[in-house]
């Protein structure tokens, strides 16, 4: 599930925010510590308490991010003409479940699925309905967040429903492209611009737009977490990564303009100009030396 730009502008307010854990028990004290060392370590200071994972953590992470991947492989092995994507959700819940998982999106303030299904010219956060049938032609996104353990996933995929016009089928590759060519500029000491960068450059090579105010998140013992990685931005700028920090690179690319409006239920993000859009997610981990997909499909 992409996050909201606007949501982590600046600092946060009113003071130091309470860690997952519980006040006093371990699970804030190491994260209380991971953050300082984070400080420490690196000269630019921190707008916002970014976690920084252990290798045991990661371990978690990279377990439920298996889960999600399972289950969004075995979803899009599914999809074709008829069907609706309320059954897509149905699918994602029971797939989870089998999985011993928990779907991480439902109830997500509020969120009322345990997908997300955005077809055509939706960008993101589309809500799974019975009314929504796909048919020859379409592209969907499914994305799919899994809590397992005590830890989250996120991964999601532009599937092809049949046969597709040649420019959709583009548009859903290229997206791919920018998702691995911003995974690619992920390492130790490079910056949170650089991820947006290459985003940019790599979609706007093939003619494509990239939606800005939505974008990637910190993911670990909560399913968004700081910080926002943004997918339009500027190489060299914004925070420095580290090893250990754990997030999401999911670019949302678009035939026209990246201009977008969000319907009425308060969740649906569509283009302004009605034309098509594409996602691809993955959850990466920052290595010693580079970075680790932990949601690559087995």
């Given at each position: 599930?992409?996050?909201?730009?606007?949501?982590?502008?600046?600092?946060?307010?009113?003071?130091?925010?309470?860690?997952?854990?519980?006040?006093?028990?371990?699970?804030?004290?190491?994260?209380?510590?991971n953050v300082l060392a984070l400080g420490r370590e690196l000269v630019d200071p921190l707008p916002v308490a970014i976690t920084v994972y252990s290798s045991a953590d990661i371990a978690g992470i990279r377990?439920?991010?298996?889960?999600?991947?399972?289950?969004?492989?075995?979803?899009?092995?599914?999809?074709?003409?008829?069907?609706?994507?309320?059954?897509?959700?149905?699918?994602?819940?029971?797939?989870?479940?089998?999985?011993?998982?928990?779907?991480?999106?439902?109830?997500?303030?509020?969120?009322?699925?345990?997908?997300?299904?955005?077809?055509?010219?939706?960008?993101?956060h589309g809500i799974p309905s019975e009314a929504v049938v796909l048919a020859e032609g379409d592209i969907v996104n499914v994305d799919v967040t899994t809590e397992f353990e005590g830890f989250h996933g996120?991964?999601?995929?532009?599937?092809?429903?049949?046969?597709?016009?040649?420019?959709?089928?583009?548009?859903?590759?290229?997206?791919?492209?920018?998702?691995?060519?911003?995974?690619?500029?992920?390492?130790?000491?490079?910056?949170?611009?650089?991820?947006?960068?290459?985003?940019?450059?790599?979609?706007?090579?093939?003619?494509?737009?990239?939606?800005?105010?939505?974008?990637?998140?910190?993911?670990?013992?909560?399913?968004?977490?700081?910080?926002?990685?943004?997918?339009?931005?500027?190489?060299?700028?914004?925070?420095?990564?580290?090893?250990?920090?754990?997030?999401?690179?999911?670019?949302?690319?678009?035939?026209?303009?990246?201009?977008?409006?969000?319907?009425?239920?308060?969740?649906?993000?569509?283009?302004?100009?009605?034309?098509?859009?594409?996602?691809?997610?993955?959850?990466?981990?920052?290595?010693?030396?580079?970075?680790?997909?932990?949601?690559?499909?087995?």
């Open positions: 599930m992409a996050d909201e730009e606007s949501r982590l502008e600046g600092p946060p307010r009113g003071g130091p925010r309470e860690l997952e854990g519980g006040k006093g028990g371990k699970a804030e004290a190491g994260q209380i510590e377990r439920a991010s298996k889960v999600a991947a399972a289950t969004l492989k075995e979803v899009g092995a599914r999809l074709r003409p008829g069907i609706t994507t309320a059954m897509i959700d149905r699918w994602v819940r029971e797939d989870t479940r089998l999985r011993g998982g928990k779907p991480s999106q439902l109830g997500y303030h509020g969120f009322p699925a345990s997908v997300c299904t955005s077809r055509n010219e939706v960008i993101c996120d991964t999601s995929k532009t599937f092809l429903i049949g046969e597709v016009r040649p420019a959709a089928r583009r548009l859903v590759e290229v997206t791919q492209e920018a998702r691995d060519a911003g995974i690619a500029a992920v390492r130790p000491g490079a910056r949170l611009g650089d991820i947006g960068a290459a985003i940019v450059a790599c979609a706007r090579r093939s003619g494509f737009d990239v939606v800005a105010g939505y974008g990637g998140h910190g993911i670990g013992r909560k399913m968004h977490e700081d910080p926002h990685i943004s997918h339009v931005a500027r190489a060299g700028t914004g925070l420095r990564l580290r090893r250990g920090m754990c997030f999401t690179v999911e670019p949302m690319l678009t035939e026209g303009s990246a201009r977008h409006r969000l319907l009425g239920d308060g969740w649906t993000v569509v283009t302004a100009d009605g034309r098509w859009s594409a996602q691809c997610e993955h959850t990466v981990c920052v290595t010693e030396d580079g970075v680790e997909v932990l949601t690559c499909p087995e």
